[in-house]
């Protein structure tokens, strides 16, 4: 599916997208890859990323997939090199890694928090890191995805909550340092969407999707069609004079004013 923009808006550029074989990461890649960018895709699930390469050379695109754990930087450094020499220099780095679980901060060890901030905040550190190298500048796009927990404090959330507003800031930071060079950095934070795994875990219950609703103004879910939209646009050049933003698509839960309760 191309979404709403006209055809071919990536025609010759690459991507590379992290936590691109399910869920959010997944739609994107394959909305870059339907406007004719080629995309690297990492994932630590090599049966997931073969999955998710097929579907979209079914639907004629061009892609790869690279196994490689966002936590490793020297796994990290070595799949962006590969995606360099296999497709060319990286004009568009969607940095969607992300791990969630739903517990009180009692109820998690150090190692639990530890794992969601290695994989969301130092993951997304990591991708950026070792991509600077490998990026095509001036004109490349980096997003990563950060999460409405980043500003809206959630119970059962500690570790998101810290991990995300990690994120943002760290962007933020990025987008300062690396202006210059003309690489731009921005946010995604989706609200709650429709047909991915971080719902499943959150809102598992039609009562808990009820609940998740009653705090978002447009009252319905996201969809991951929306948001793929969002990073097309961010991967343009109609976003050329956009860099340090937090952008979100959440139909308004971040104004509601009572965040994400589960
Ligand atoms: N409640 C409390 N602690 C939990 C937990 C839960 N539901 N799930 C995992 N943990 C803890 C584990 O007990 C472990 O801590 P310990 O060593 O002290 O026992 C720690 O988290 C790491 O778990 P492990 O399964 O070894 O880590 P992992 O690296 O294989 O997985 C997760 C990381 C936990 C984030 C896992 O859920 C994951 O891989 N998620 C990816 C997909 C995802 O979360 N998608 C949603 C994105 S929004």
Redesign the pocket.
Known sequence: MAGIFRDNLLAGKVAYVTGGSS?IGQRMAERLAAQGAKVMIQG?DQAKLDAAVSQIHDAGGEAAGVAADV?DYDATETALAQCKEVFGPIDILIAGA??????PAL??????F???MD?DLLGTFNVCRAAHQFLNKPGASIIAIS?GQAQAPMAFQAH?CAAKAGVEMLVKSLALEWGREGIRLNCITPGPTDD???MR?LAPSEEHRAKVLRSVPLGRMGTRDELADLALFLSTEAAGYITGSIFHCDGGTSISGRGLAI
Not at 98 to 103: K, S
Not at 107 to 112: E, L
């Open positions: 869920g630590r936590r992300a791990g969630n679980f739903p517990a109820g998690m060890s150090s190692n639990g530890k794992a969601v994989i999460a998101v991915t795994e971080g875990r």
